[in-house]
Protein backbone atom coordinates (compact mmCIF):
# COMPACT_ATOMS: atom_id res chain seq x y z
CA UNK A 1 0.00 0.00 0.00
CA UNK A 2 1.61 3.51 -1.13
CA UNK A 3 0.43 6.43 1.27
CA UNK A 4 1.10 9.88 -0.13
CA UNK A 5 1.90 11.91 3.55
CA UNK A 6 1.75 15.93 3.66
CA UNK A 7 3.42 17.53 6.29
CA UNK A 8 5.55 20.49 7.18
CA UNK A 9 6.12 19.53 10.93
CA UNK A 10 10.04 17.19 10.39
CA UNK A 11 9.16 15.30 14.12
CA UNK A 12 5.33 14.58 13.09
CA UNK A 13 6.42 13.43 9.49
CA UNK A 14 9.02 11.52 10.97
CA UNK A 15 6.89 9.58 13.73
CA UNK A 16 3.71 9.19 11.24
CA UNK A 17 6.49 7.54 8.05
CA UNK A 18 8.06 5.51 11.17
CA UNK A 19 5.34 4.14 12.16
CA UNK A 20 3.69 3.19 9.22
CA UNK A 21 6.43 1.79 7.32
CA UNK A 22 6.53 -0.67 10.27
CA UNK A 23 3.57 -1.56 9.11
CA UNK A 24 4.59 -2.35 5.58
CA UNK A 25 3.14 0.79 4.13
CA UNK A 26 5.33 2.59 1.70
CA UNK A 27 5.46 6.04 2.91
CA UNK A 28 6.29 9.35 0.37
CA UNK A 29 6.91 12.67 2.52
CA UNK A 30 5.79 15.93 1.05
CA UNK A 31 7.00 19.01 3.36
CA UNK A 32 4.64 21.59 1.65
CA UNK A 33 1.24 21.85 -0.03
CA UNK A 34 2.60 23.07 -3.65
CA UNK A 35 4.96 20.03 -3.54
CA UNK A 36 2.62 17.97 -2.25
CA UNK A 37 0.05 18.33 -4.88
CA UNK A 38 2.21 17.86 -7.80
CA UNK A 39 3.05 14.36 -6.23
CA UNK A 40 -0.40 13.60 -5.33
CA UNK A 41 -1.27 14.56 -9.41
CA UNK A 42 1.83 12.72 -11.20
CA UNK A 43 1.50 9.33 -9.26
CA UNK A 44 -0.92 6.85 -7.90
CA UNK A 45 -1.72 6.43 -3.75
CA UNK A 46 -3.81 4.05 -2.09
CA UNK A 47 -4.27 6.97 0.20
CA UNK A 48 -3.75 10.97 1.16
CA UNK A 49 -2.32 12.11 4.06
CA UNK A 50 -2.81 16.02 4.07
CA UNK A 51 -2.19 18.16 7.00
CA UNK A 52 -3.96 21.55 6.92
CA UNK A 53 -1.74 24.10 7.83
CA UNK A 54 0.60 24.07 5.27
CA UNK A 55 3.09 26.21 3.20
CA UNK A 56 2.71 27.63 -0.16
CA UNK A 57 -0.60 25.92 -0.21
CA UNK A 58 -2.63 24.93 2.54
CA UNK A 59 -4.35 21.68 3.26
CA UNK A 60 -8.02 23.03 1.77
CA UNK A 61 -6.60 24.48 -1.25
CA UNK A 62 -4.66 21.21 -1.74
CA UNK A 63 -7.48 18.72 -1.25
CA UNK A 64 -9.75 20.96 -3.58
CA UNK A 65 -7.54 20.89 -6.01
CA UNK A 66 -6.69 16.93 -6.19
CA UNK A 67 -10.56 16.41 -6.40
CA UNK A 68 -10.56 18.18 -9.82
CA UNK A 69 -8.49 14.93 -10.98
CA UNK A 70 -9.03 12.20 -8.40
CA UNK A 71 -12.74 11.67 -7.03
CA UNK A 72 -11.37 8.08 -5.90
CA UNK A 73 -8.39 8.29 -3.96
CA UNK A 74 -9.05 8.84 0.26
CA UNK A 75 -7.84 11.50 1.96
CA UNK A 76 -7.18 11.92 5.68
CA UNK A 77 -6.84 15.48 6.83
CA UNK A 78 -4.92 16.08 10.14
CA UNK A 79 -5.54 19.43 11.59
CA UNK A 80 -4.34 21.59 15.19
CA UNK A 81 -7.88 23.03 15.14
CA UNK A 82 -10.43 20.66 16.23
CA UNK A 83 -13.76 22.84 16.11
CA UNK A 84 -16.63 21.90 14.07
CA UNK A 85 -16.30 24.64 11.25
CA UNK A 86 -12.70 23.55 10.85
CA UNK A 87 -13.62 20.04 10.21
CA UNK A 88 -16.50 21.02 8.08
CA UNK A 89 -14.29 22.95 6.01
CA UNK A 90 -11.99 20.02 5.49
CA UNK A 91 -14.72 17.65 4.66
CA UNK A 92 -16.31 19.96 2.52
CA UNK A 93 -12.75 20.34 0.21
CA UNK A 94 -12.98 17.00 -0.43
CA UNK A 95 -11.85 15.23 2.62
CA UNK A 96 -12.73 11.46 3.66
CA UNK A 97 -11.85 12.16 7.15
CA UNK A 98 -10.40 13.81 9.65
CA UNK A 99 -7.51 13.67 13.01
CA UNK A 100 -7.32 16.15 15.38
CA UNK A 101 -3.92 16.63 16.62
CA UNK A 102 -2.43 15.41 19.15
CA UNK A 103 -2.86 11.94 18.34
CA UNK A 104 -2.17 8.66 19.15
CA UNK A 105 -0.36 6.42 16.66
CA UNK A 106 -3.11 3.76 17.07
CA UNK A 107 -5.45 5.74 16.16
CA UNK A 108 -4.67 7.16 13.06
CA UNK A 109 -3.59 3.85 11.88
CA UNK A 110 -7.28 2.61 12.62
CA UNK A 111 -8.03 5.86 10.19
CA UNK A 112 -5.89 4.36 7.56
CA UNK A 113 -6.81 0.82 7.41
CA UNK A 114 -10.78 1.80 7.49
CA UNK A 115 -10.06 4.55 4.65
CA UNK A 116 -8.29 2.35 2.24
CA UNK A 117 -10.72 -0.60 2.82
CA UNK A 118 -13.80 1.58 2.43
CA UNK A 119 -11.74 2.90 -1.15
CA UNK A 120 -12.23 1.03 -4.14
CA UNK A 121 -7.89 1.61 -4.62
CA UNK A 122 -7.54 -0.54 -1.45
CA UNK A 123 -9.46 -3.87 -2.86
CA UNK A 124 -8.04 -6.47 -4.28
CA UNK A 125 -11.53 -7.26 -6.42
CA UNK A 126 -10.90 -7.34 -9.97
CA UNK A 127 -12.55 -4.84 -12.17
CA UNK A 128 -15.87 -5.03 -13.86
CA UNK A 129 -15.75 -4.82 -17.90
CA UNK A 130 -18.79 -3.29 -18.51
CA UNK A 131 -20.16 0.23 -17.21
CA UNK A 132 -21.89 0.24 -13.96
CA UNK A 133 -24.99 2.23 -14.35
CA UNK A 134 -27.39 3.20 -11.25
CA UNK A 135 -31.07 4.51 -12.80
CA UNK A 136 -33.72 6.61 -11.05
CA UNK A 137 -36.71 7.67 -13.23
CA UNK A 138 -34.83 9.66 -16.63
CA UNK A 139 -31.81 9.93 -14.33
CA UNK A 140 -28.46 8.02 -15.11
CA UNK A 141 -25.76 7.71 -12.96
CA UNK A 142 -22.67 5.76 -14.66
CA UNK A 143 -20.47 4.89 -11.69
CA UNK A 144 -17.28 4.05 -13.57
CA UNK A 145 -17.15 7.01 -15.71
CA UNK A 146 -18.42 9.18 -12.91
CA UNK A 147 -21.00 10.71 -14.56
CA UNK A 148 -24.84 11.77 -14.61
CA UNK A 149 -27.16 12.76 -16.60
CA UNK A 150 -30.80 13.62 -16.67
CA UNK A 151 -33.22 13.70 -19.50
CA UNK A 152 -29.95 13.64 -21.59
CA UNK A 153 -28.25 16.94 -19.69
CA UNK A 154 -25.21 16.65 -18.50
CA UNK A 155 -24.99 17.26 -14.46
CA UNK A 156 -21.92 18.17 -12.98
CA UNK A 157 -21.28 16.86 -9.42
CA UNK A 158 -18.11 16.91 -6.67
CA UNK A 159 -16.86 14.02 -5.82
CA UNK A 160 -18.56 14.63 -2.72
CA UNK A 161 -22.03 15.19 -4.33
CA UNK A 162 -21.74 12.12 -6.57
CA UNK A 163 -21.16 10.25 -3.86
CA UNK A 164 -24.48 11.21 -2.37
CA UNK A 165 -25.90 10.46 -5.23
CA UNK A 166 -24.80 7.21 -5.79
CA UNK A 167 -25.75 6.24 -2.02
CA UNK A 168 -29.52 7.46 -2.70
CA UNK A 169 -29.52 5.35 -5.76
CA UNK A 170 -28.48 2.17 -4.54
CA UNK A 171 -31.24 2.52 -1.93
CA UNK A 172 -33.92 4.10 -3.65
CA UNK A 173 -37.20 4.38 -2.29
CA UNK A 174 -35.99 3.77 1.24
CA UNK A 175 -35.45 6.85 3.93
CA UNK A 176 -31.93 7.33 4.94
CA UNK A 177 -31.20 9.48 8.12
CA UNK A 178 -28.96 11.75 8.86
CA UNK A 179 -26.33 8.96 11.20
CA UNK A 180 -26.23 6.82 8.00
CA UNK A 181 -25.70 9.43 5.30
CA UNK A 182 -22.90 10.95 7.50
CA UNK A 183 -21.14 7.77 7.97
CA UNK A 184 -21.42 6.31 4.47
CA UNK A 185 -20.13 9.61 2.71
CA UNK A 186 -17.72 11.08 5.53
CA UNK A 187 -16.90 7.95 7.58
CA UNK A 188 -17.69 9.75 10.54
CA UNK A 189 -20.63 9.39 13.98
CA UNK A 190 -23.31 11.95 13.29
CA UNK A 191 -22.48 15.32 14.73
CA UNK A 192 -25.83 17.13 15.46
CA UNK A 193 -23.93 20.28 15.88
CA UNK A 194 -23.07 20.22 12.72
CA UNK A 195 -25.72 20.40 9.43
CA UNK A 196 -23.25 19.08 6.57
CA UNK A 197 -25.24 16.32 5.78
CA UNK A 198 -28.42 18.84 4.75
CA UNK A 199 -26.15 21.29 3.27
CA UNK A 200 -25.24 18.64 0.51
CA UNK A 201 -28.75 17.41 0.20
CA UNK A 202 -29.61 20.70 -0.86
CA UNK A 203 -26.41 21.20 -3.24
CA UNK A 204 -27.64 18.02 -4.98
CA UNK A 205 -31.36 18.78 -5.25
CA UNK A 206 -30.08 22.14 -6.81
CA UNK A 207 -28.30 20.08 -9.82
CA UNK A 208 -30.66 17.22 -10.07
CA UNK A 209 -34.08 18.32 -8.99
CA UNK A 210 -34.35 22.06 -9.76
CA UNK A 211 -34.68 22.42 -13.20
CA UNK A 212 -36.76 19.28 -13.50
CA UNK A 213 -41.22 19.05 -13.08
CA UNK A 214 -40.24 15.36 -11.58
CA UNK A 215 -38.43 15.85 -8.24
CA UNK A 216 -36.59 12.25 -6.76
CA UNK A 217 -34.99 13.77 -3.76
CA UNK A 218 -37.25 14.37 -0.62
CA UNK A 219 -37.48 15.03 2.95
CA UNK A 220 -38.85 12.68 5.67
CA UNK A 221 -39.55 15.24 8.62
CA UNK A 222 -38.24 13.91 11.70
CA UNK A 223 -36.40 10.66 9.69
CA UNK A 224 -34.18 12.09 7.10
CA UNK A 225 -34.01 11.92 2.71
CA UNK A 226 -35.51 9.74 0.33
CA UNK A 227 -34.51 9.47 -3.70
CA UNK A 228 -38.00 8.23 -5.33
CA UNK A 229 -38.00 6.43 -8.60
CA UNK A 230 -41.00 8.38 -10.39
CA UNK A 231 -41.94 4.97 -11.18
CA UNK A 232 -42.75 3.94 -8.23
CA UNK A 233 -46.10 4.59 -6.42
CA UNK A 234 -46.88 7.14 -3.96
CA UNK A 235 -46.26 6.87 -0.10
Same mark, same amino acid.
Given at each position: ?65 ? @?? #??? &? ?9 ? %????? !? ?88 ? @?? #??? &? ?9 ? %????? !? ?36
Amino acid at each position: MKILLVEDEFQISEFIKKGLNERNYEVIVAADGKTGLEIATSDTFNLIILDLMLPKMNGIEVCKNI @RM #TNY &EVPILMLTALD %TTDDK !VKGLNAGADDYLAKPFDFSELEARVKALIRRSSLGSSQPEETEHRKLVAGDLICDLDNKQVTRSGKEIQLTAKEFALLELFLKNKNKVLD @RA #TIA &EKIWGLTFDSG %TNIVD !VYVNYLRKKVDKEFDTKLIHTRVGFGYILKDEEAPSA
